[in-house]
C-alpha cells in the first residue's frame, strides 16, 4: 500500500484553467505538507496543515487553495493558472509538525501548462 | 545567503570509492537536520536524520558540526545504486510547527 498517494501524476492543462490535485495518507500522520518543485529542482514548501488546520502558509499566490477535509487529506486547487505554475508539486506527511520528525513523499504530480 | 547550500556536482566517482559531501546552512537556531536521496524523477526520500554526535547507517556516516554550520554526508565503498541527488535538509525554524528548508541538491554519479 502506498504511504503517501497522490493523483493525479500527470496533469497537462491551459493557461487560465482551475485544476486540483489530491493527496492522501495512511500513515495516522497528523500533519501534512505541500511542496513544489521548480525546474531547477529546488523544492520549496507552499503549506503545512496540522490535524486540518492550516499552520504554514508561505509566500505563495492566493490561487493556490489548499483544503484539508480531515487529516488524512490534503488537497491543493489551484486558479488561473500560470505558465510559471508548471513543477512538479509534492504532498509530503509527518507524525507531527515538529521537525525533528522526518516527511514522507508522495510519488509527485507533474503540472504542464500550455 | 541562502538557507542551505551545497555544491551541485555532479560529481562523478568510480565504483567502490568514498565520497564526501558538505552542506552549509545560515541559521545558527536550526535544529533537525536531515539528507534525503532523490532519484531521476521520483520523490525525495529520507535516508538518515543528522545527530549532534554524528551517526552511522551502513556505509553511510553524517556528521553535524554546529559551530561552522554544515553537515556532511560520507559514503564508502559506492555502488552504481547510489547514483542520485542527495538533498542536504534542514529545520530553518528552530522547532516548532515548520517545514523543511531543503537545499538544491548534489548529483552523484557512480560510474562503473
Known amino acids: 500500500d502506498t504511504a503517501v498517494s497522490q493523483t493525479p501524476k500527470y496533469l497537462v492543462t491551459q493557461m487560465g484553467n482551475d485544476k486540483s490535485i489530491k493527496c492522501e495518507q495512511n500513515l495516522g500522520h497528523d500533519t501534512m505538507y505541500w511542496y513544489k518543485q521548480d525546474s531547477k529542482k529546488f523544492l520549496k514548501i507552499m503549506f503545512s496543515?496540522?490535524?486540518?488546520?492550516?499552520?504554514i502558509n508561505e509566500t505563495v499566490p492566493n490561487r493556490f487553495s489548499p483544503k484539508s477535509p480531515d487529516k488524512a487529506h490534503l488537497n491543493l486547487h489551484i486558479n488561473s493558472l500560470e505558465l510559471g505554475d508548471s513543477a512538479v508539486y509534492f504532498c509530503a506527511s509527518s507524525p507531527g509538525p515538529y521537525s525533528n520528525q522526518p516527511q514522507h513523499f508522495g510519488d509527485g504530480t507533474r503540472l504542464s501548462i500550455l | 545567503r541562502k538557507e542551505v547550500e551545497q555544491d551541485p556536482g555532479p560529481f562523478n566517482v568510480p565504483e567502490g570509492a568514498t565520497v564526501a559531501f558538505n552542506c552549509t546552512y545560515s541559521?545558527?537556531?536550526?535544529?533537525?537536520f536531515f539528507w534525503y536521496r532523490q532519484d531521476c524523477r521520483k520523490e525525495p526520500k529520507l535516508l538518515m536524520s543528522?545527530?549532534?554526535s554524528g551517526n552511522e547507517d551502513g556505509r553511510f556516516t553524517a556528521q553535524l558540526n554546529r559551530a561552522s554550520q554544515y553537515i556532511s554526508l560520507l559514503i564508502r565503498d559506492s555502488k552504481l545504486s547510489d547514483s542520485a541527488t542527495y538533498l542536504c535538509?534542514?529545520?530553518?525554524?528552530?522547532?516548532?510547527?515548520?517545514?523543511?528548508?531543503f537545499g538544491k541538491g548534489t548529483h552523484l554519479i557512480i560510474q562503473p
Open positions: 496543515y496540522n490535524n486540518k488546520e492550516l499552520i
Open positions: 541559521n545558527s537556531a536550526s535544529q533537525s
Open positions: 535538509v534542514v529545520n530553518i525554524g528552530g522547532g516548532g510547527a515548520d517545514g523543511l528548508t
Open positions: 543528522v545527530y549532534s
